[in-house]
């Protein structure tokens, strides 16, 4: 699968060299694609490159948008022709009224399927799952069954059991949950994980 990670910090490069080291393909996105940061990216993920945004949105089966929740909808805007593509949103964001991130990133990419995940949870866990050191379960929230069925692929890749709650209207859910993460990340500690026993 080739994956467009748009975002070259800790998330993104987690979760990339985490898919590049299952045989993913990943293009390490960026306006500029030979900033250092995001070169070291790619040369340290098996089979990965730098791209523009432009490259990895045209050229990827699925994009991750892993940058700040406060300007993710903006950049969505800048980029023509979501049909079809599948668009991981980790963000966290609640609208005053209440509504969700992954929401207004799908009212600003139509026709994109866009899959709420990897939110709920630090960096700091998703590196715990991705090398091996503990299990958890990802909640995802989102409207496509194929979309649902190739992301929950992907969290299975960084070691964690994928848990579809619903459609993209329970992203608001996953978003409050962030903030209970957060908050008892402070006497827990942030490699914590949420582990769902059904």
């Not at 467009?4 to 080291?21: H, K």
């Not at 599948?86 to 990419?109: F, K, M, W, Y």
């Amino acid at each position: 699968m080739r994956i467009g990670v748009i975002g070259s910090g800790r998330l993104g490069g987690t979760l990339g060299q985490a898919w590049g080291a299952m045989d993913h393909e990943v293009l390490f996105a960026s306006r500029d694609p030979t900033q250092g940061s995001v070169v070291d990216l790619a040369v340290a993920t098996r089979g990965a490159r730098t791209a523009t945004l432009e490259e990895a949105h045209a050229a990827s089966d699925v994009l991750l948008l892993a940058v700040p929740g406060n300007v993710a909808e903006m950049l969505v805007r800048t980029l023509d022709g979501w049909t079809g593509k599948v668009l991981i949103d980790p963000t966290n964001h609640l609208a005053p009224d209440g509504s969700s991130n992954a929401e207004a990133i799908q009212r600003a990419a139509p026709g994109a399927r866009v899959v709420k995940a990897f939110n709920v949870m630090g960096v700091e866990a998703l590196e715990r799952a991705a090398t091996g050191n503990a299990t958890g379960t990802m909640p995802i929230a989102g409207n496509d069954d194929e979309a649902i069925a190739i992301v929950s692929r992907l969290v299975n890749d960084v070691g964690l059991t994928p848990l579809h709650v619903g459609g993209l209207a329970m992203a608001t859910s996953l978003e409050q949950l962030s903030s209970v993460w957060i908050a008892w990340s402070r006497t827990l500690g942030r490699r914590f994980l949420w582990d769902v026993v059904r």
